[in-house]
């Protein structure tokens, strides 16, 4: 990527983070953008609601943990098994996605959203893939309790259209 492809991302993933906070998020959250530097992939979450954790040594992305259980996962890794977005979509099936009640795509992502047992909690999933011309997949995987569903739905929706890959 370029300086100017990555400051032209940098400045719109800014643009995104100063957006007011959604329904549902409090006047405390601050809204902050991380940026992996290796695959280049930008998100924005509200740093005081979700602790980040140590980098993997691979450096591929990030976990970030709340509190109540609510968990974001931003990585990326190079898309060595040529997979193409309906294989990958393909491969979200079984156990863990059989209750999945939304899906969307584009030109170069797609979506799939519905809900899980984690750990005894019945609890909401959203997973985000984008497939960066470099060759990249950038993953987006949130989770959290289905009976916080009123307070992370808007900041879910807010976390995933800030979510970009690095090309």
């Known amino acids: ?3 100017a492809r990555f400051a032209l991302l940098a400045a719109l993933v800014g643009c995104l983070a100063s957006l007011p906070a959604p ?3 409090s006047a ?3 809204w902050v953008v991380y940026v992996n530097d290796r695959y280049g ?3 924005s979450y509200p740093a005081p609601r979700f602790a980040m954790q140590p980098p993997p040594a691979n450096d591929d992305g990030r976990t970030l943990i ?3 259980g609510a968990e974001i996962l ?3 890794a190079y898309n060595a098994l040529d997979e193409t977005l309906a294989s990958r979509q393909a491969s979200l099936n079984g156990p863990d996605y059989a209750r999945t009640t939304y ?3 584009g030109a170069n992502w797609f979506v799939v959203s519905g809900t899980r047992d984690i750990g005894g909690v019945d609890s909401v999933f959203y997973e985000k893939y984008i497939f960066s011309r470099g060759g990249v997949i950038h993953s ?3 989770t959290y309790p289905s009976a916080l569903k009123g307070v992370y739905d808007p900041i879910v929706a807010r976390v995933a259209g800030s979510f970009a890959g690095g090309d």
């Open 1 to 3: 990527m370029t300086f």
């Open 23 to 25: 329904r549902g998020a």
């Open 28 to 30: 405390a959250d601050r």
């Open 41 to 43: 992939t930008t998100v």
């Open 66 to 68: 709340a509190a109540d």
């Open 74 to 76: 931003v990585f990326a």
């Open 103 to 105: 899906r969307a795509k």
């Open 140 to 142: 987006l995987v949130v």
